[in-house]
């Protein structure tokens, strides 16, 4: 099983970066998706899922109308499009299979001016 997370950066206040994981050695398409971030000093926290089937949706309520979770089951892909990004989303962000734990290595987002 691999977890490939790409697409993180170095971003002004204001900007946009979408976020990919691409996903191998399992039924991508039958499992919920889940993406994580850390920031320095502090505990990682859920972001943003996506349940398989009709792909609901759930935020966590600092992103909620900012961060869009969507995925690709053809592709394998999930992904994060995150607008009017703040200096607080710096971290880094994970991409996660929650019913097997499975975790990517991460992808930094740093957010500054």
């Known amino acids: 099983v691999q977890l490939v997370e790409s697409g993180g950066g170095l971003v002004q206040p204001g900007g946009s970066l979408r976020l990919s994981c691409a996903a191998s050695g399992f039924t991508f398409r039958n499992y919920a998706m889940r993406w994580y971030r850390q920031a320095p000093g502090k505990q990682r926290e859920l972001v943003a899922q996506?349940?398989?089937?009709?792909?609901?949706?759930l935020y966590t309520d600092p992103v909620k109308g900012r961060f869009t979770i969507s995925r690709d089951n053809a592709k394998n892909t999930v992904y994060l499009q995150m607008n009017s990004l703040k200096p607080e989303d710096t971290g880094v962000y994970y991409c996660n299979e929650p019913m097997f734990n499975y975790w990517g290595q991460g992808t930094q987002v740093t957010v500054s001016s």
């Open positions: 996506i349940s398989s089937g009709r792909g609901s949706t």
